[in-house]
């Protein structure tokens, strides 16, 4: 089973061999019929993406399940997103955080992020922004992205947690420096408003200008509005 997961991987990625999705997933399936977790949630995937198979929500479930039962914590947490969505399966918040939980417990930073998310937003729980900082912050502290984000707002914000400025802009730079566009736009507001800093509009035109280019909807008007402030002076 694993040496038919191998050729499935080699012909996915075109190791070796010219690229060719359909008979990744040919020997995807010989292997997962037998079992074995790995073809399983690469197969998983294949359906998700629709890559050399007709797309399928459903069977992308069915094999993250079967993955998702041998303590794959990346297909738990597919499995735990397409819950929390409704996508391929009914929406149902208890089996989301089942399978998010056990997959966090196994590290996986996207399942501590839709953990944050759960706790943030209520979903099947009470709001706890506490608790949702904590989740983001697991996840931050691993370097996602996303989650680095959410800890500068919530920071920014003073939610679930004494507001500090200075805290916030620690958390925008880490998300920054990794491409997040919206924490580039909050970087922008904070140079520009001085909140925590001596107003900076060079600075703030610059974090702007990375938004704006990353495609963030408000950071043009932001932009335009900075380059007419400094205009005035």
């Given at each position: 089973a694993?040496?038919?997961?191998?050729?499935?991987?080699?012909?996915?990625?075109?190791?070796?061999?010219?690229k060719d999705y359909a008979q990744a997933w040919k020997w995807y399936s010989k292997s997962a019929i037998q079992g074995f977790?790995?073809?399983?949630?690469?197969?998983?995937?294949?359906?998700?993406?629709?890559?050399?198979?007709?797309?399928?929500?459903?069977?992308?479930?069915?094999?993250?399940?079967?993955?998702a039962k041998q303590?794959?914590?990346?297909?738990?947490?597919?499995?735990?997103?397409?819950?929390?969505?409704?996508e391929g399966i009914e929406q149902d918040y208890e089996q989301a955080?089942?399978?998010?939980?056990?997959?966090?417990?196994?590290?996986?930073?996207?399942?501590?992020?839709?953990?944050?998310?759960?706790?943030?937003?209520?979903?099947?729980?009470?709001?706890?922004?506490?608790?949702?900082?904590?989740?983001?912050?697991?996840?931050?502290?691993?370097?996602?992205?996303?989650?680095?984000?959410?800890?500068?707002?919530?920071?920014?914000?003073?939610?679930?947690?004494?507001?500090?400025?200075k805290t916030a802009r620690q958390w925008y730079l880490k998300a920054a420096a990794q491409g997040n566009k919206n924490s580039m736009f909050n970087l922008g507001l904070m140079y520009e408003n001085g909140d925590g800093i001596k107003v900076d509009l060079l600075e703030s035109e610059k974090w702007f200008k990375k938004s704006a280019e990353k495609g963030y909807g408000d950071a043009t008007k932001a932009l335009e509005r900075v380059r007419q402030k400094m205009l005035s002076l």
């Open positions: 694993k040496g038919q997961d191998n050729l499935g991987v080699m012909y996915e990625t075109g190791q070796g061999v010219k977790y790995g073809a399983q949630k690469r197969l998983g995937s294949l359906y998700s993406k629709g890559l050399g198979i007709k797309q399928s929500d459903e069977l992308a479930v069915k094999w993250y399940l079967k993955a303590n794959d914590a990346w297909s738990q947490q597919q499995l735990g997103y397409m819950y929390l969505n409704g955080k089942y399978w998010l939980k056990k997959s966090a417990a196994l590290d996986d930073l996207n399942a501590m992020a839709n953990m944050g998310w759960m706790h943030h937003k209520g979903l099947g729980m009470p709001v706890d922004l506490a608790k949702a900082l904590s989740w983001y912050s697991k996840a931050a502290l691993k370097n996602d992205a996303w989650a680095q984000h959410k800890v500068g707002f919530f920071y920014d914000e003073g939610m679930g947690v004494g507001r500090s400025f």
